[in-house]
């Protein structure tokens, strides 16, 4: 199946930025609708952002909308996700998964996993 690599979390001060990578490998890339989840300790792991496999379309949690970007670049085999104006609850590790679908934002839809990067934003 897909390969998926995760990068570019670390430490943040408040209303700092960052952005976050995901590499694919293996099946084919641009053709499946591809999301970022985050899971902080103790809790669910929750949805973030979604774009399609054509990348025209998005959507964002309330908590993401008005300060994360979610981008992908089929050409590299990567999505995106930049993220400002930071927050302590932001802090989690952020996952990014791919679909079989042209666009999805539920767990259950996603089929396949990177294994996460940790982002940590201090007050």
């Known amino acids: 199946q897909v390969q998926l690599v995760e990068s570019g979390g670390g430490l943040v001060q408040a209303g700092g930025s960052l952005r976050l990578s995901c590499a694919a490998s293996?099946?084919?890339?641009?053709?499946?609708?591809m999301g970022w989840f985050r899971q902080a300790p103790g809790k669910e792991r929750e949805f973030v952002a979604a774009?399609?496999?054509?990348?025209?379309?998005?959507y964002y949690a309330d908590s993401a909308k008005g300060r994360f970007t979610i981008s992908r670049d089929s050409a590299k085999n990567s999505v995106y996700l930049q993220m400002n104006s930071l927050k302590p609850e932001d802090t989690a590790v952020y996952y990014c998964?791919?679909?079989?679908?042209?666009?999805?934002?539920?767990?259950?839809?996603?089929?396949?996993w990177g294994q996460g990067t940790q982002v940590t934003v201090s007050s």
């Open positions: 998964a791919v679909s079989r679908l042209y666009m999805a934002t539920m767990m259950a839809d996603f089929g396949s």
């Open positions: 293996g099946r084919t890339f641009s053709s499946y609708g």
């Open positions: 774009i399609s496999w054509s990348g025209g379309n998005t």
